[in-house]
């Protein structure tokens, strides 16, 4: 039971991560390289403030979402400008950055050994630290991102953020400034990234670099790739897909070590036969280009 | 009739071309200008430089008073200039309806912070532009195309819907390239219609077209250039 709930709060931060990259990827058609940096960010900015200055999670987590709006408007002021190939590059660059820093920055992230002893978030005095208390508060978190979802894409901006996806110029001849209409987005994009980074920290009680790595922000962009981007169920089935993957080998009494380079080597050809065959991805509105 | 647009001497080279050169004309508001002139006589050019997607070497631009020379296209578009290009530019994963409403500028909901801080007034705003849209688009009598996907359009249709953003966005001066290409003679029937109705209601033209015939029968100016230069001006309407 305990694992199963388990693999409920793996799969909630990853539902997160999904909709985050759906915001970038999907709305502003932006392929980045660099959604781990965000999760990262809000992880590193819960974790040491929990640990460094016994924060508790709702003290923690503002200054989290506040680091991660500074850090997508930073970037975005540089590489909101460019785009598709240029715009892939820059994040590529923001992650290698990134996972250099949290690496290197001993007094601070205390590199390679990680952060632990992160204490779990309170509620009214009340600790969740059950895997079961834990899901019910991710589950909320995922319910709130997604009735933000079901709102936000109604709205004018939303729009303007994905005309400014299907042409830049048309937008800009219409006097409006596209530039701005990424960088909501990339902020938005980093926001969400940085919750689910905050219940990652605070789930698992110790975070190192390797989670926050290339490979993982590829992962995140695959899980779009795969459910599609541009609704809210396109992300939401990539990460139920990915996560149970695993389970399901398990189910068919396949020994966990052949199960887990099973997982990696279905999920790739999953992958190569959606782009095959579906380029929208199972539920996808737009193209990933 | 008072003057909207004024050019004087207006200049463009790079690398020793000079695709505009001298080039000085005056337009009234509410008035409907053809452009013509061969492949390279600089039409394209100088619409460019109306509205500011390329800086001019000399010259000066005057819009409704205003001194527009050489400010960027975002701040020049939001003086009300918009350019119509060749090939219909829509967002083509909005709807039509979706489309209109993008085009326009006072809608609260536009901005990340007015929605978030006001709600409410975000909310009526959009239904009241969405409305707006769709009376548009029954003027024009393409109300069944509203809740259709921009992509899925015909390239008439396209032309029209985009023709229509003008309409929603508040727009003074309209500059259309070449709005009758690849038109059957129903839809540029229909599209000159339209020109004439936006007309009185306050909107001004210039246009740029082969066809002359169909639009010299709405225009009331037509400029002729040759080389980057003004060949000829005929003011029709004291003609």
């Not at chain 1, 506040?66 to 850090?71: D, N, Q, R, S, T």
């Not at chain 1, 540089?78 to 820059?90: D, I, P």
């Not at chain 1, 005309?163 to 830049?168: F, G, I, S």
């Not at chain 2, 909310?123 to 809740?147: I, P, R």
Request: net charge positive; proline share 3%; with cysteine.
């Amino acid at each position: 039971m305990n694992y199963l709930l388990h693999i409920s709060v793996m799969l909630e931060i990853y539902i997160l991560l999904a909709l985050s990259a759906n915001q970038k990827v999907g709305l502003s058609g932006l392929l980045s390289l660099a959604q781990a940096v965000f999760y990262g960010l809000g992880a590193y900015t819960a974790s040491i403030t929990i640990t460094k200055f016994e924060f508790s999670y709702w003290l923690a987590l503002p200054i989290a979402i506040l680091i991660c709006v500074i850090a997508g408007l930073l970037f975005s002021f540089v590489a909101g400008k460019v785009r598709e190939l240029y715009f892939s590059l820059a994040t590529l660059a923001l992650q290698i950055i990134f996972f250099s820093v949290a690496y290197n920055w001993i007094p601070v992230t205390n590199g390679s050994y990680g952060i632990s002893g992160i204490s779990n978030p309170e509620i009214f005095g009340l600790k969740i630290n059950t895997p079961a208390s834990f899901a019910l508060f991710g589950g909320v978190w995922v319910l709130l991102v997604i009735l933000f979802y079901v709102w936000f894409l109604k709205t004018p901006i939303s729009r303007l953020i994905q005309a400014t996806r299907d042409d830049q110029i048309a937008v800009l001849s219409l006097g409006k400034n596209p530039n701005y209409y990424k960088r909501i987005s990339i902020m938005l994009s980093a926001v969400i990234a940085g919750i689910a980074g905050t219940l990652y920290a605070t789930y698992t009680t110790y975070i190192d670099p390797s989670s926050f790595t290339l490979d993982e922000s590829i992962l995140i962009l695959s899980i779009v790739l795969i459910g599609g981007a541009g609704r809210i169920i396109g992300p939401i089935t990539g990460a139920v897909i990915y996560i149970l993957l695993p389970e399901l080998l398990k189910f068919l009494q396949m020994p966990d070590s052949i199960a887990a380079n099973m997982r990696m080597i279905l999920f790739g050809l999953l992958l190569v036969l959606i782009v095959r065959f579906k380029p929208k991805g199972l539920f996808g509105k737009y193209l990933i280009q | 009739m008072s003057e909207i647009l004024n050019i004087q001497n207006l200049n463009k080279s790079f690398d020793g071309v000079a695709p505009v050169k001298d080039v000085s004309f005056a337009v009234s508001k509410q008035s409907i200008t053809l452009i013509t002139g061969e492949n390279g006589a600089g039409k394209t050019t100088l619409f460019n430089l109306i509205t500011g997607l390329e800086k001019p070497t000399k010259g000066k631009i005057t819009f409704n008073g205003n001194n527009i020379t050489g400010k960027s296209a975002l701040e020049i578009a939001k003086h009300g200039i918009i350019r119509l290009y060749q090939q219909p530019r829509l967002f083509k994963n909005l709807l039509v309806w979706e489309n209109l409403v993008s085009a326009t500028h006072q809608n609260a909901g536009n901005s990340f912070l007015k929605l978030i801080f006001k709600p409410k007034t975000a909310k009526q705003e959009d239904e009241t532009l969405e409305q707006k849209a769709l009376d548009l688009l029954t003027k024009f009598d393409l109300q069944d195309l509203s809740n259709k996907t921009a992509g899925e359009l015909s390239y008439g249709q396209q032309k029209l819907i985009s023709f229509c953003m003008i309409a929603m966005n508040g727009t003074q001066l309209a500059l259309l390239d070449e709005p009758f290409a690849g038109l059957n003679p129903q839809t540029i029937e229909r599209f000159s219609n339209m020109i004439l109705q936006m007309r009185s209601e306050g909107i001004t033209f210039l246009i740029i077209e082969h066809n002359i015939n169909e639009v010299l029968k709405v225009a009331d100016g037509h400029i002729e250039m040759k080389d980057g230069k003004i060949k000829t001006i005929n003011d029709i309407a004291t003609v």
